[in-house]
């Protein structure tokens, strides 16, 4: 797809990026960082990420605003602008040298998503919609949910709540009430490309609490104009604001909307 001047900076920031990830990604995988203080080098990998993500978009558009999971908020002139990012989702894969990690950056305009990346680098897998203008991966590979509609054929991914997360039982619950009506479960620990690979047809649906805005925001848009269907747990509330979602293919959604929001 020929994408728009945004799409365009916003990929070329996510190669960028990638660039000192994948460096940084090589030192923990050739364990030349210990241990020790591999938490605090992905931290600082994190945080450079950021920064030089900012750097490009906000340099390419220097009136929009700015979510970023390192970096805060800050309003732009352009009050319906925003760019919403997470410079390394799926921190934890990363630092165990795991190579399912993802940049999300999403472009917000009157607080509707329109334009959205999710760049898997280890993967070199670029994931990318805009709004109307459908999902693709890569160079020219249009993106399309499954359309599996038997529960006992679909396999599901989540998040299973880290250390000390109070929406562990719950979650414990639902994957008692799913599990035994599904082909499986996977645990993939980056939400971006859980919503990616939903958009992709690799699994039929995901669901997850406790996020935030910039862990959904690009991956949402890419579900929607692949075909898929994205709701809040609570199907009353933003996804965005209450940092839940519910994503799947159409045919299944129902079924597996109510597995879940029965537990
Ligand atoms: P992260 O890697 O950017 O932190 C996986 O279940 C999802 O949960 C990932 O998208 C991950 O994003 C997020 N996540 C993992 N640990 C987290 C924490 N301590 N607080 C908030 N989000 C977290
Ligand atoms: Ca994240």
Not at 5 to 31: P, Q, S, T, W, Y
Not at 68 to 88: F, H, N, Q, Y
Not at 187 to 207: F, H, I, K, P, Q
Request: negative net charge; glycine residues 10%; contains cysteine.
């Amino acid at each position: 797809m020929a994408g728009s001047a945004n799409l365009n900076i916003m990929m070329k920031a996510a190669r960028k990026a990638a660039r000192g990830l994948i460096k940084d990604f090589g030192e923990v995988e050739n364990l030349q960082v210990s241990a020790k203080s591999a938490g605090d080098f992905v931290s600082r990998a994190d945080i450079a990420a950021e920064e030089l993500l900012k750097e490009e978009l906000l340099g390419a558009r220097p009136s929009y605003g700015w979510l970023g999971e390192e970096g805060g908020g800050m309003d732009g002139k352009d009050p319906t602008r925003r760019w919403i990012v997470d410079p390394l989702d799926g921190t934890t894969n990363f630092l165990h040298a795991m190579p399912h990690w993802a940049i999300s950056i999403a472009l917000e305009h009157k607080g509707e998503i329109v334009s959205a990346v999710v760049y898997d680098p280890a993967k070199d897998e670029m994931f990318y919609a805009e709004k109307g203008e459908g999902a693709w991966l890569n160079d020219n590979k249009r993106l399309r949910v499954s359309n599996r509609h038997r529960m006992i054929e679909s396999v599901f991914a989540t998040g299973v709540p880290f250390a000390g997360n109070r929406d562990l039982p719950i979650t414990l619950q639902e994957l008692a009430r799913l599990m035994p009506t599904c082909a499986g479960v996977r645990r993939w620990g980056s939400a971006a490309l859980d919503l990616a690979y939903v958009a992709a047809g690799r699994y039929e649906g995901y669901w997850e609490r406790g996020l935030n805005a910039w862990d959904l925001a690009a991956g949402m848009l890419i579900v929607k104009e692949a075909g898929g269907f994205v709701q809040a747990m609570n199907p009353e509330d933003s996804v965005l604001e209450s940092g839940s979602v519910l994503a799947s293919n159409e045919p299944i959604f129902d079924q597996f909307s109510k597995v879940i929001r029965s537990a």
